[in-house]
């Protein structure tokens, strides 16, 4: 067996547990068992490649995973009530990969119905509390992985990150979140919710963790027609990877000012504030709603001034490492939340379409018809966000007016990622793409620290509005990691690095760098049991 709980292990995570409610199911003392192997088919970067290194931050550790990655044996509610009874037949290849090694799930954790949401709050299981304070939210939508690694009770967790629930939730709870670059780890075994820009992420106590983990669950699988793996071009992750031969290290980083931002998100709001035409009073209503939703979107992009300060430290770590900084404008970033909004409800509303009551998901009890036990199924089981979604999925998809909003999101989302790939770079042995001019972009997570429930909560819409730092990389499909610059006014402070496709391997050094001379924090109570 590979995993032993140290002594007074169990009764650290019961005491943390009770205070957070992090987990869905909590397994510490009779964890599930690593019987299933790894596929036999699991490709060059299964564990037999993976270095000893990696192998050595794995085996004999706890590790847990978010609900909607399936975990054999265990729950896979996907924080929905339609599936709270759902118990998964196989696991998800990341899982597989990582219990080849050695590593033992311990749990399944809590997380935004289906991924979908900032606070873990839309969960319709239970409530997520931060460590750091109890009475603030974890982050979303991975937040009880991100809590669960915060206090300690695992080293590392699996969560999803579809427009930035690996890496808000480690900010908030003030550890590392890496969102891989798109196809990098297998999506087999995930629930999906917006296909095209998900992924499997990690959330770690430490940069080193986060590589170890990476390196063990990356690569092509057969189960996942969009999995690859890494370029021959691209960095190395250990030293003795084979590739990494043409990589150029420029030392530079692009810095991405919130002032920035906040200038373009507040152009768009001027733009769309003048729309009115001379039409009529619906029209003008209408032009008023677009204005004030602008308005607030413009509001919510700017950060609390702890988080400004987050920033300008980790813009100082990193001169004082030796980088020279440069000023990056993103004029394009203005339009990233309506289109990742419009893409990740449009697949959304198709990827949920399953959960009928027929083929998954709780029945009622009675119904007069097919049509009837769906609809019932369905208005029992979801909660008012997941609802909204997938009403808002149907409407950008209704025929007629695909290329109003959908095909639009599209366009955008093309830009999106040239815009970026001028910066860090195209794709690895392309020689016709963009050449690399820096090693990374250095930009805020989330306009604020971890907020709190009730008054000191963020509206349901200014959430979303605020994704917009993080939910670009997920347009582009290109990696990006989260890790705590600082700690203002008793809560942590994370910023993130984006960097080109497969560049992975450079983020994490850079972020190991900062690690070593900045340690990460943890909160009041937290031990280690794992090192
Ligand atoms: N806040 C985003 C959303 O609600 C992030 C979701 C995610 O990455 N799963 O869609």
Redesign the pocket.
């Known amino acids: 067996m590979p995993y032993k709980p140290p002594e007074d292990f169990v009764s650290y995570c019961r005491e943390w547990e009770e205070k957070i409610g992090a987990f869905i199911e909590f397994r510490p003392d009779a964890p599930g068992a690593a019987d299933v192997p790894l596929p036999p088919d699991a490709g060059e970067s299964g564990s037999l490649s993976v270095p000893s290194e990696a192998k050595a931050l794995i085996a004999e550790r706890p590790f847990a995973v978010k609900d909607n990655i399936a975990v054999k044996g265990f729950s896979a509610s996907c924080g929905s009530k339609l599936l709270a009874a759902f118990r998964s037949p196989y696991s998800a290849t990341a899982v597989l990969k990582l219990e080849a090694l050695g590593g033992c799930v311990i749990g399944k954790t809590n997380l ?1 119905e289906f ?4 606070s873990t709050d839309n969960s319709g299981i239970q409530r997520t509390n931060n460590p750091w304070d109890p009475s603030r939210v974890p982050g ?2 991975s937040g009880g992985s991100a809590a669960a690694v915060s206090a300690g009770m695992v080293p590392f967790a699996l969560g ?6 690996v890496r ?1 939730p480690a900010a908030f709870c003030g550890v590392v979140g890496l969102k891989p670059t798109y196809g990098a780890v297998s999506r087999y075994g995930l629930v999906a ?1 917006a296909s095209s820009l ?1 992924g499997i992420g990690i959330l770690a106590d430490t940069a080193a963790r986060t590589r170890a983990v990476f390196a063990s669950i990356r690569g092509k699988d057969p189960m996942d027609d969009t999995s690859r793996d890494a370029p021959a071009a691209a960095p190395p992750l250990y030293a003795g990877d084979k590739n990494g031969a043409s990589d150029t290290v420029t030392g530079v980083i692009g810095v991405l000012s919130p002032e920035a931002v906040a200038k373009a998100v507040a152009g768009a709001a001027a733009i769309n504030g003048s729309s009115t035409m001379n039409g009529g009073a619906a029209e003008a209503e209408a032009d008023g709603a677009v204005s004030a939703a602008a308005r607030i979107a413009a509001e919510a992009a700017e950060l609390e001034g702890e988080v400004r300060r987050g920033f300008e430290a980790a813009k100082k770590g990193f001169a004082v490492l030796g980088y020279k900084l440069v000023d990056v404008e993103m004029p394009g970033l203005k339009y990233g939340v309506p289109a990742y909004y419009t893409i ?1 409800a449009a697949e959304a509303s198709a990827n949920l379409a399953r959960f009928d009551g027929i083929r998954y998901g709780k029945r009622p009890d009675w119904a007069e018809n097919p049509d009837d036990l769906i609809d019932k199924a369905r208005d029992a089981g979801f909660g008012d966000e997941v609802k909204l979604r997938i009403l808002l999925g149907t409407f950008v998809l209704r025929s007629g007016f695909q290329d109003r909003y959908y095909l639009r999101a599209q366009r955008i989302r093309a830009g999106i990622r040239a815009g970026f790939e001028a910066l860090v770079g195209g794709p690895y042995g392309d020689p016709a793409g963009p050449a690399q001019t820096m090693d990374a972009i250095l930009l805020p997570v989330f306009p604020t620290r971890a907020f709190g429930r009730g008054s000191g909560s963020l509206s349901p819409f200014a ?2 509005a605020a ?1 917009l730092y ?2 670009c990389a ?1 347009l582009a499909g290109l990696p990006a990691v989260s890790f705590p610059a600082s700690v203002e006014g008793g809560l942590p402070v994370g910023v993130q690095l984006l960097g080109r496709a497969f560049s992975e391997g450079r983020l994490l050094t850079m972020v190991e760098a900062y690690e070593a001379a900045h340690p990460f924090p943890h909160p009041a109570g937290y031990k280690a049991f794992f090192g």
Request: glycine fraction near 22%; include cysteine; charge should be negative.
């Open positions: 935004d991924g979908m949401g900032s979303g939508s999803s990150d579809t427009g930035g629930s808000q919710y998900e990740a959430q979303k994704d993080t939910c997920n």
